[in-house]
């Protein structure tokens, strides 16, 4: 599975944007992009998927550069409830893949009111 | 988004007994489950992967007569942690997907599991 760098920690104030990097040299030509958080206590949250083009939901946004060796998720307003852990994960889709979900260390993202 | 939930949220049980966990698909046909285990400040690390109907996956280092997983429908799996010691105290998460490709996975919203 290829694996994702990401910040081991950031800060972010209250209603600001929040830009959260990846990096992801080694990704393949079938591995999806992943996002999930996880709050304390809780089981993993799904956030947002891609393949190449940027994606929009009610949630976030992610944006793919152009090579696929990196990806941002934005939250546009961050809130308090916004704090949590947020993994940036591969999964291969190609046949014969297992579609696993392998989680890194993720980024634990600050929020100050 | 679609909801997988988890049953017991936690469970406190004696040294050498064994704990059932179950982890269900609301409204979804999951083909495929994934047990996870938590330990604190670190990461998920995943146990096994069950398709439903068949036997599960594990992953290296996971001891599959310890750690019993069966998936005999499209919406249940078990976990089922056999003769429990402290060591096995942890945080146990499930996920489930549908069978198509390109889809999100869905976590339930754990199990913490401490052995006395």
């Known amino acids: 599975d290829a694996k994702t760098t990401q910040p081991n920690s950031m800060e972010s104030n209250e209603e600001e944007p929040v830009h959260l990097p990846c990096n992801h040299s080694t990704i393949s030509g079938t591995d999806y992009i992943h996002w999930y958080r996880q709050l304390p206590s809780q089981g993993p949250e799904y956030v947002i998927h891609g393949l190449t083009s940027n994606v929009n939901n009610r949630m976030a946004s992610l944006a793919i550069a152009e090579d696929r060796k990196s990806s941002t998720l934005i939250l546009h307003r961050a809130t308090l409830r916004d704090a949590a852990v947020y993994y940036c994960?591969?999964?291969?889709?190609?046949?014969?893949?297992?579609?696993?979900?392998?989680f890194g260390t993720g980024t634990l993202l600050a929020v100050q009111p | 988004g679609a909801v997988v939930s988890q049953h017991p949220s936690r469970v406190i049980c004696k040294s050498g007994t064994s704990v059932k966990i179950e982890c269900r698909s609301l409204d979804f046909q999951a083909t495929t489950m994934f047990w996870y285990r938590q330990f604190p400040k670190q990461s998920l690390m995943l146990m096994a992967t069950s398709n439903e109907g068949s036997k599960a996956t594990y992953e290296q280092g996971v001891e599959k007569d310890k750690f019993l997983i069966n998936h005999a429908s499209l919406t249940l799996s078990t976990l089922t942690v056999t003769s429990a010691h402290p060591e096995d105290s942890s945080f146990y998460i499930c996920?489930?997907?549908?069978?198509?490709?390109?889809?999100?996975?869905?976590f339930g919203q754990g199990t913490r599991l401490t052995v006395v």
């Open positions: 994960i591969l999964r291969d889709e190609g046949g014969g893949a297992t579609n696993k979900l392998i």
């Open positions: 996920s489930a997907r549908g069978g198509s490709v390109n889809t999100e996975a869905f």
